[in-house]
């Protein structure tokens, strides 16, 4: 009973000590680049309007990715469907998109790997050039706008451990009731072989 409690307690601990270091949010710092180097880096550009930000399960870290979706306009450079998914960090703090829903955006997109992206998604994020338009018109720069390619792009889940936990919850409850039968049995088992040798 003594060690059941001390695991509690330090399983409280480092979890409040985890959940306080990864929620320390530091500033974003990056160079800017022009539009024409955003452009050269960058494996799809296109000018978008900001449909909905599907965010992670439980954030407790800002570089948590969040999937944003944009209704997209034109493209400019790469594949790009008609409702785009770009991965970015949850929160501008770790250089992520800072575009409220409805509002219009030129992105500019990579294909990196910082998060675990389905083929199809791109990533952004403050460093790269991605901004809102507002009521400004589009750089010069651009060229000619391309040909989207019809419907959505895959969108990627949330892969982080709570989403993933609920997600799949009908299984962890089911390994719980097996484990927990098992114990029960073993433990009735092992009191009736006291009881009667």
Same mark, same amino acid.
Do not use: Q
């Given at each position: 009973m003594r060690w059941s409690g001390r695991t509690g307690i330090a399983f409280v601990v480092a979890f409040a000590t985890l959940a306080a270091a990864s929620g320390t949010a530091c500033a974003c710092s990056c160079v800017g680049l022009t539009d024409a180097e955003a452009l050269r880096q960058s494996q799809a550009v296109?000018?978008? $309007? &900001?449909?909905?930000?599907?965010? +992670?399960? @439980?954030? #407790? =870290?800002?570089s948590a990715p969040s999937r944003f979706l944009f209704d997209v306009?034109?493209?400019?450079?790469?594949?790009?469907?008609t409702v785009q998914s770009i991965a970015s960090a949850s929160d501008g703090a770790s250089?992520? @998109?800072?575009? =409220?829903?409805?509002q219009r955006a030129l992105v500019f997109a990579t294909g990196a790997a910082s998060y675990d992206l389905e083929d199809g998604e791109y990533e952004a994020g403050l460093c790269g050039g991605t901004r809102s338009l507002g009521g400004v018109g589009l750089p010069s720069g651009l060229g000619e706008p391309g040909i989207l390619l019809p419907g959505s792009s895959p969108v990627g889940e949330d892969g982080?451990? +709570?989403?993933?936990? #609920?997600?799949? !919850?009908? !299984? #962890? &409850?089911?390994? @719980?009731? *097996? &484990?927990?039968?098992? #114990?029960? *049995? &073993? $433990?009735?088992?092992r009191r009736h072989e006291l009881l009667d040798p």
């Open positions: 296109f000018v978008g $309007t &900001l449909r909905e930000v599907r965010g +992670p399960a @439980l954030m #407790i =870290d800002s306009e034109a493209v400019y450079k790469g594949e790009v469907h250089c992520g @998109l800072e575009i =409220d829903v409805g982080s451990f +709570p989403a993933v936990v #609920i997600r799949n !919850w009908y !299984w #962890i &409850l089911g390994g @719980l009731v *097996v &484990l927990v039968a098992g #114990i029960v *049995v &073993l $433990t009735r088992r």
